[in-house]
């Protein structure tokens, strides 16, 4: 077997990610910006701070790609059993599908990804930066993530300006700051990106969604036979729910509470 193919798509992008991450650092380091200043004052209080939030993003990163994103398991175990109770509460009209690509039944708001090649549980998209995907489990990691990288991305973002000097001849400025320059137009891309992205899946944690049913809701059997959001319960219950698991229960215990609730509200 040929060396390369060892080399495995998550390995290849993991890697680029932190080499990527840490020469940007570096960058900000070597050239005339305030972060070298700092260090060269002697206060080392911000370049420290600055270091572990670049260090904790990076860690948060990799655990948000390498961890179990809520994969449907093929046969269940004994305590993931629903109770009877629970059984009943399911309407006959949303019944389990069974995935046609690895064949288990797929729960509410679960849907199968075909680079991960398995079922993901409250499916949100699969994230080609982290080459995994972002469902139930590691969702709430990955916004937390998302408002980390945004903080470090924008505080490198005016270190860097902070080190540009445009009052020179053109050779010498582009010998001397063409480097950080272009390590300024990329803080700025990423800054933008990471912006929109948590901006976007707060506004989807909010209101109890995911990017896949935000985008395909006309074609979602359980969303389509409902005019709202089914599974909203308010910006507080929402928030709670989402990072801390309160309150619990299934997808389809809600769901089928949702629509008990319509029925009673149209009687």
Not at 2 to 30: E, N, Q, Y
Not at 62 to 83: F, H, I, R, T
Not at 190 to 203: E, I, K, N, T, W
């Amino acid at each position: 077997m040929a060396p390369w193919a060892l080399l495995s798509p998550g390995l290849l992008v993991r890697t680029g990610h932190t080499v990527l991450t840490w020469g940007i650092t570096l960058v900000l380091f070597l050239h005339d910006t305030e972060l070298r200043q700092w260090e060269e004052q002697g206060e080392l209080l911000l370049p420290l701070t600055f270091l572990l939030l670049v260090l904790g993003s990076l860690l948060l990163y990799l655990a948000v790609s390498l961890m179990d994103p809520g994969y449907v398991n093929a046969l269940p175990q004994p305590q993931e059993e629903p109770k009877e109770e629970q059984t009943a509460m399911v309407p006959q009209a949303i019944p389990l599908r069974r995935c046609r690509y690895c064949l288990v039944l797929q729960p509410l708001r679960a849907r199968h990804c075909r680079e991960c090649r398995r079922c993901i549980r409250r499916y949100d998209h699969h994230c080609p930066w982290m080459e995994n995907c972002v469902g139930e489990r590691n969702h709430p990691l990955f916004v937390v993530y998302l408002a980390l990288q945004l903080v470090v991305l924008l505080w490198g973002l005016y270190l860097a300006w902070s080190g540009l000097r445009f009052f020179q001849p053109w050779g010498l400025w582009l010998r001397s700051s063409g480097l950080l320059f272009a390590t300024f137009l990329l803080l700025s891309l990423f800054s933008l990106v990471a912006g929109l992205l948590l901006a976007s899946h707060l506004y989807l944690v909010a209101s109890n969604t995911t990017t896949w049913e935000f985008i395909s809701s006309h074609r979602i059997a359980y969303l389509r036979q409902r005019p709202g959001n089914p599974f909203d319960r308010g910006l507080t219950r929402n928030l709670a729910r989402f990072f801390c698991g309160w309150p619990s229960g299934s997808w389809e215990a809600l769901w089928a509470e949702e629509e008990e609730e319509g029925r009673s509200q149209a009687v």
